[in-house]
Each structure stands twice: as structure tokens, then as C-alpha cells.
Nanobody, 122 residues
Framework: QVQLMESGGGSVQAGGSLRLSCATS????????LGWFRQTPGKEREPVAA????????LYADSVRGRFTISYDNAEKTLYLQMNELQPGDTATYYC???????????????WGQGTQVAVSS
């Protein structure tokens, strides 16, 4: 059974940093993507970043490129999202996801965590 568990969310002032973690169990990355997505009330879930572990290839949404970094620790089976230069517009619930067919399309992912909240104040 695949399980994903996010942690590391919280409240921070604009310009600050947070690192999100997603501990995985029962899942081994292969030819699919691991990703981070975020959602605010009343809006659709939007992509943040994705990684193709076998090729160490990462992709980012335009809104976070240069500020966020996605990585995966194979020994710990944990997905990370380092978020720097946070802005109020980054406030959302962040979800990790696994087994994605297309990097930044949430509908192509088969497994999801429960989400962790990030709040950025100005």
C-alpha cells in the first residue's frame, strides 16, 4: 500500500524559507514522476514542481522557478521541496504526489498525501 505523508508546513513572513518533506512508503520511483502541487480555497490544484528521479530531472512552474527546489533522497525515500523567497502568493495547502505520467498535470498522478499548509504573511 502506497502512503505519502507531508510535513514541514507552517507560517512565515515574506522573504523567508520553508522546507517541505514527503515521506513515502510502499512506492519506488521508476519511470514516473514525483511532484508537489498546491491549492487554495475555490481554486484548482496547481503544479509547483516535479522530478523524474531516474534522470534527476526537475521541472518547475513559472511562478516558483528560481525560488523553489525539488529533490528526492532515495535512501530515505523522501521527497523534499525547499522554498526560498516566499511570497504571500505562495500561501496554500501543499500536496505531494507520486506515480505521475505527465510532470505538471495533477490528474495523471495516482497517489496523494494529505497536504500541509503554508501561510506567508507580508
Amino acid at each position: 500500500q502506497v502512503q505519502l505523508m507531508e510535513s514541514g508546513g507552517g507560517s512565515v513572513q515574506a522573504g523567508g524559507s520553508l522546507r517541505l518533506s514527503c515521506a513515502t512508503s510502499g512506492y519506488t520511483p521508476g519511470t514516473r514522476f514525483l511532484g508537489w502541487f498546491r491549492q487554495t480555497p475555490g481554486k484548482e490544484r496547481e503544479p509547483v514542481a516535479a522530478i523524474y528521479v531516474d534522470a534527476a530531472a526537475a521541472l518547475y512552474a513559472d511562478s516558483v522557478r528560481g525560488r523553489f527546489t525539488i529533490s528526492y533522497d532515495n535512501a530515505e525515500k523522501t521527497l523534499y521541496l525547499q522554498m526560498n523567497e516566499l511570497q504571500p502568493g505562495d500561501t496554500a495547502t501543499y500536496y505531494c504526489a507520486a506515480d505521475g505520467l505527465v510532470a505538471l498535470l495533477p490528474d495523471t498522478y495516482n497517489y496523494w498525501g494529505q497536504g500541509t499548509q503554508v501561510a506567508v504573511s507580508s
